[in-house]
């Protein structure tokens, strides 16, 4: 049996959007081939130039995860947290009529289980809302109008032994207030979530597939970036 990689990961660059209360990542040349050539590098007839990239940002950029310390002062930073909660046995949910800046409820999961054909039993959940699609380009909407996950919602996930979902926006509570329910639900609960994964719709309709979404391992990160992606067997 065939198996596809599927990229879930946004490209980072300069000046990407970033959460409402988040600084955008600075990502510039540092050294370029052809300020290195003046290095004298190599052997005659074969310079050794090469480039370098300067990377100024939070840990909390583009595609990535929140490790237990991001809300909870007690909680386990990114170094410290298992590798076995970033990567396993997956499942997409197809939640493509919720809108912008709509809720996510208990009874949406409960269709999109049946519609996916896969019980949730302690996968990591991936809620397609069709919002990247909708919305990237329109740095507004991107950062201003993401769906939010309820807290009855977020119990469903729990109940079921999910230790880890995914959503599309920057953010798994909606940018339109300030309560953060999602994110304090998680802190009580002990589970976490990745924020800005993307290309959702390929995964809609594939059952139960492999994850993976690795943080590089920040001393004391508060979260990081990841390289997301979903291995499917055709």
Known sequence: MARRIVDLSLTVEDNMPAHKLFQSPIYLKALSHEATQSMGLGVPGDAMTFQTNYIGMLDHVGTHVDAFLHVNPKGAPIDEMPLDLFMGKAVCFDLRHIGDLEDITEAHMAEA?????????????????????????????IVWGNPGLTVEATRWLHDRGSRMHGVEGPSTDKPSDNIFAQHRLCRDLGISHFEWLVNLEELVG?????????????????????????????
């Open 206 to 234: 594939k059952g139960e597939f492999e994850f993976i979404g690795l943080p590089i391992k920040f001393k004391g990160g508060s979260g990081s970036p990841v390289r997301a992606v979903a291995i499917l067997e055709e």
């Open 113 to 141: 289980e049946q519609k996916a054909g896969v019980k949730v039993d302690g996968h990591i959940v991936l809620l397609c809302t069709g919002f990247h699609a909708r919305n990237w380009g329109d740095r507004n909407k």
